[in-house]
T-cell receptor, first 113, second 111 residues
Framework: DTEVTQTPKHLVMGMTNKKSLKCEQH?????MYWYKQKAKKPPELMFV???????INESVPSRFSPECPNSSLLNLHLHALQPEDSALYLC????????????FGSGTRLTVV | ELKVEQNPLFLSMQEGKNYTIYCNYS?????LYWYRQDPGKSLESLFV?????AVKQEGRLMASLDTKARLSTLHITAAVHDLSATYFC???????????FGTGTRLKVLA
């Protein structure tokens, strides 16, 4: 299995809702990432998990809460989002530090209304 | 602060023509990656360049890395419409898990 699977592919949520994005990989990668991408912009790093521990938080607002239940799963819990949080959320994984690059999931297109 | 700049930002070219996209970065790194992104889609890995002088080729695309000049190039040979996409380079911030993405180059190949 050489894929990173993200669900759902599309999500529309209200500003008072709570939802979660899910990411799964079975490549034995020990680093997993959440990126946010706005239209026509490069991806921006949000969080990095290394060996299931949070190693980087790029000063992301607390309404985004990551969780890594095990080495294959990564969640992003969403609560009280703002319309400006609408974006493509990308999960990625890699074998180790840098190395051979990231494998990206197909992304979740999030719309906050 | 590490900066990664690509040029051009936009490129419209005729089928059959050759062109080069440049990726400049501001700090020492010996690892650079190229990705392709189609509209509304995720990023697809194209090339992994892990040392000075590395050159990789796949089909009509060839990537190279000069770590001394802090420059990578993505050369397109005899462009075809299917190459229309946005291309990102990304630099590995040494010692961390962090990649910094370039500004992106939106390529449109006209038939």
């Amino acid at each position: 299995d050489t894929e990173v699977t993200q669900t759902p592919k599309h999500l529309v949520m209200g500003m008072t809702n709570k939802k979660s994005l899910k990411c799964e990989q079975h490549m034995g990668h020990r680093a997993m990432y959440w990126y946010k991408q706005k239209a026509k912009k490069p991806p921006e790093l949000m969080f990095v998990y290394s060996y299931e521990k949070l190693s980087i938080n790029e000063s992301v607002p607390s309404r985004f809460s990551p969780e890594c239940p095990n080495s294959s799963l990564l969640n992003l819990h969403l609560h009280a989002l703002q319309p400006e949080d609408s974006a493509l959320y990308l999960c990625a994984s890699s074998q180790s530090r840098g190395g051979y690059g990231y494998t990206f999931g197909s992304g979740t297109r999030l719309t906050v209304v | 602060e590490l900066k990664v700049e690509q040029n051009p930002l936009f490129l419209s070219m005729q089928e059959g023509k050759n062109y080069t996209i440049y990726c400049n970065y501001s700090t020492t790194s010996d690892r650079l990656y190229w990705y392709r992104q189609d509209p509304g889609k995720s990023l697809e890995s194209l090339f992994v360049l892990l040392s000075n002088g590395a050159v990789k080729q796949e089909g009509r695309l060839m990537a190279s890395l000069d770590t001394k000049a802090r420059l990578s190039t993505l050369h397109i040979t005899a462009a075809v419409h299917d190459l229309s996409a946005t291309y990102f380079c990304a630099v590995d911030l040494s010692g961390t898990y962090k990649y910094i993405f370039g500004t992106g180059t939106r390529l449109k190949v006209l038939a």
